[in-house]
Structures are given as structure tokens and as C-alpha cells.
């Protein structure tokens, strides 16, 4: 299996692609190729734990790595780190509907899935591809991302890692999950923006001469933790393939029957790994795509123009927050067969008018697999009171978003498929937004009197790695411009 870029043609193996993480170019690194799930391999993985399911669809990808490898890197990854051992499970919530829920593990956020096997496939990778240089981890985040990777590299041999985070644009718990972490090998910034101001700054950096020639003199090379990294992605598509092994268990399917999944996304990795488990077999009808008020994916779906000239909205669900997303440059290379110049003029229109437009047999394609829908606060605020009230069932804002979307999909277009409802996150990482849709009380100051309340009127338990940040030292305190970011990670790597 090898890799190619998203903007210009090329032949590299999955270790080079995951150590290097973004393409000279600044493309995208996608396979040449879908391997396929037959439907042996799909009924042997349904008496598969998670570890096993992971083991068999990274090794479709990741061919330059050894089964003993890739079961190092899985076993490493998912044993013990997850609640009960069960790193995505599904939970019926009444209506035809199943929550995929990917917030088991140490940083309470779907994000744990990829970013506690990225730090075993990349510094595998460099051991294969013998650089002997350090990988300088580089990531913008919205929250959620920034916490997971930094659980995930904190302490890892010859790795460094340097996150920035929207100084505005994250929950309370999450800063603090970002500001309080412990490690000699990292270090964390504010930047005084937006997650696209940082994630655009961490791109120009990517690619800026100077600082590639500061890396090489000290000996060090960039990487990235964003789902920018196809070692980011792979993980994601698992879960996925892992979903419908368990409907098939549990006999919610039949072997080949289809059903939907709902992803709420701003990045649009997550559910372009669901895209990706289909390429591979997974029988999934609609891709049911859900965003908050920054509804730019909503529009490029429902019109084929993508446009991030418009008003930018701070809400609670913010790890949605976000005007670029990423990963559609994955999804806009499959729709257009290939063709890399293509892709590559869309991108520079995109950085230069901050708009492009699809339209023909790419434009249909995309309507044919997705549905794009968005709310805003106070319907998802609705939708956590509604669920609560009637299944017993908690979850958080951005699930939140899916499930109103995935609603109004069924209202519209009368589809009853079972749904699979991507859950991204513990609602106590959102607490004062969740106890606003579930009470009237007026909420403490206190951050963890907040989430002992959601506690006490959910009967829920407050997950053991927030309520075990009580007390901790903040550790990072700086905030910088996006001109400054560059200077910051120097600072920090000398």
C-alpha cells in the first residue's frame, strides 16, 4: 500500500507518510488505494475485542509495518486505557437510534481513539525511516485534540510537543485540561484568535524555510497530531468498522443491511473516516454531516460552494468552531478521481478569494452520500433536555448537535435507518452548557462544584480524569499573537 498527496502525485509508504504528516506541498497524504473487509474478515471481527478489529484494518493500510508491530501499537494503545477495556461501545438510546460513544477514555473526548495509538505508529515510523532526528509534534487545536495529544506524547522518548489553542474558543475544563499537563517534552499557547487563526498559523509554519532549516540544524523534524496525520485517521476509521461488527453481534443488523451514521464535525475527519469504512465495506447509506452555527459545511453540501467569508460564532459546542475544515481536502480528492491539480486549484482559490465552488457529477456525488444539517445553542440545548428527559441518557453539546440534525434528516426526508450517532465527548467536559439545557438553578463559580452538580441531577459519576484535575498547577500561562507563533515554538525547542 502506498501513499499519495491530495495536491501532486507521489509514492510513499505509510511510515513516511505518518512521521512527516503533512505533504511539501502542503497536501494531504491519502492512499492510492481502499483495501477491502470481506464478509469472512466481517464475521470473524464480530468475535474480535477492539484490539484485534484494529489490528486487522491498520494492517490493510499500514503494510510497511509488521503484524507484530501493529499489534504492539494497538495492545499499547487501547489495554487498560479505556473504561472496561471498551473503547467505542454503542448504547441504544430508543428511536432506531445506537450512540457510538468515543469518550472512554483518558481525556474523556472522541480524540483518545487516534491519539493514544499515534504516538506507537509514529515513533515506529521513525525507527523505520532512521532519520535519527527528534519529531516535533505540532498541533492546533479546538480542545479537544490539544488534550488527547498531549496525554498521548507527554514523556515520549525523542518527541516534543507544542499545541496552541484559541484563548476564547475552548471550555473552561479543557484549557484546563491543556494547561495543567505535566511533561518535560511539552509545551502549550494561547493565541490571542480563533482555532482557524491557529490552524492556518500551524500550516504556514509547516511549510515556512526558515523553519525548516531551524528544525534541521537542530536535528528535529515537524510532524502533526491533527487529523491532517493519515496516522490520526486510520484509528478513526476503525471504530467505525468496529460499529457495525457490534450490530452485527448483537443482531441490530443483518450481514449487508445499511444504516446511517451522524458525525458532528468542524474538521470533517471524523466523518470522513466513516467515508473511508465505506470504501473498505462498511455498508453505510448516508452520511448524515452535523454542525453547529459556524454551518459552512452545511452550505458547501446543500449548494457545492464553500465559503469561509462570513461571520465567525463562538458557541458551546466549540470544538465545531471552526470556518476551514482540513480534512475536506481528503473528500474533494476522491470526488474528483484523483486528479491532484484539481484539488490543488481548489485550495488556492480557497486561500486566495477564501471560496471555491463544485458543481457536476462532483457536486451529485457528494448529495448522493451526505446530508448536510445544523442547529444552534438553544435547539441543542433542547435536544440534551429531550434525551435526558426521555431515555435517561446524558450526553454533551456537540452530540448534542448530531442528534437534532439527525432528527431533522428523518423529519425531511422520512428515512427511518438506524442511525449511528457519533457521542464525541463527556458532558462534564461542557458542563455549564449542559446544566443550562437540563436545570434553572442558578450555577456556582466553582468548576468542580459545577460538575459535582451535574453529578448529583443526572445520577451520573463525574469521569475520574476531570474531577482528578482539581488542584493541579497550571503550568502554561502564555498567550501570543498568530505573527508570534513561530517565535514560540523556537523558544520552546532551544
Known sequence: MFFTGT?????????????????????????????????????AMTGMDYCQRAALVLGKYLTDYTAGEIRYCVEGAYKGTFDNDLPAPLADIGNNRKMLELWHGPTCAFKDLALQLLPYLLTTALKKNGTGRE??????????????????????????????????????????????????????????GNFDDAQNGVKAIFTDAEMKKFLLDNNMDFSSANSINFGRLVP??????????????????????????????????????????????????????????NNVLTDFIRTGTYDRNRQF???????????????????????????????????????????????????????????????????GRKAIAEIFREHNYLCDTHTAVALAVGENYRKETGDDTLQVIASTASAYKFAPAVLKALTDKELPADDFAKLELLAELTGTAVPAPLANLKGDEVRHKKCVEKSEMAEFIRQSLV
Open 236 to 293: 478513526q476509521i476503525v471504530y467505525y468498522v468496529s460499529a457495525y461488527c457490534d450490530l452485527l453481534k448483537d443482531g441490530s443488523l443483518k450481514p449487508g443491511e445499511t444504516f446511517n451514521v451522524v458525525v458532528p464535525t468542524g474538521n470533517f475527519g471524523n466523518i470522513l473516516a466513516a467515508v473511508y469504512a465505506k470504501k473498505m465495506g462498511v455498508p453505510i447509506k448516508k452520511f448524515i454531516c452535523a454542525s453547529n452555527k
Open 7 to 43: 495536491r501532486s502525485n507521489c509514492d510513499v509508504t505509510s511510515a513516511f507518510a505518518i512521521a512527516r504528516g503533512l505533504a511539501d506541498d502542503g497536501g494531504l497524504f491519502v492512499p492510492q488505494e481502499f483495501p477491502a473487509i470481506s464478509a469472512g474478515e466481517f464475521s
Open 313 to 379: 460564532f463562538t458557541t458551546e459546542s466549540p470544538s465545531m468552531d471552526i470556518l476551514i475544515s482540513s480534512n475536506l481536502e481528503r473528500m474533494l480528492h476522491l470526488l474528483c478521481k484523483g486528479d491532484c491539480a484539481q484539488v490543488a486549484a481548489l485550495m488556492a482559490e480557497l486561500k486566495n478569494a477564501g471560496k471555491y465552488t463544485i458543481g457536476g457529477e462532483m457536486l451529485k456525488e457528494l448529495q448522493q452520500e451526505f446530508y448536510g444539517g445544523c442547529c444552534d445553542d438553544e435547539t
Open 135 to 192: 519529531a516535533v509534534i505540532l498541533v492546533a487545536t479546538s480542545g479537544d485534540t490539544g488534550k488527547a495529544a498531549l496525554a498521548g506524547f507527554a514523556g515520549v522518548k525523542d518527541t516534543r510537543i507544542v499545541v496552541f489553542y484559541p484563548r476564547d474558543g475552548v471550555s473552561d475544563m479543557q484549557k484546563l485540561q491543556m494547561t495543567t499537563q505535566k511533561g518535560e517534552n511539552v509545551a502549550v499557547c494561547a493565541i490571542a
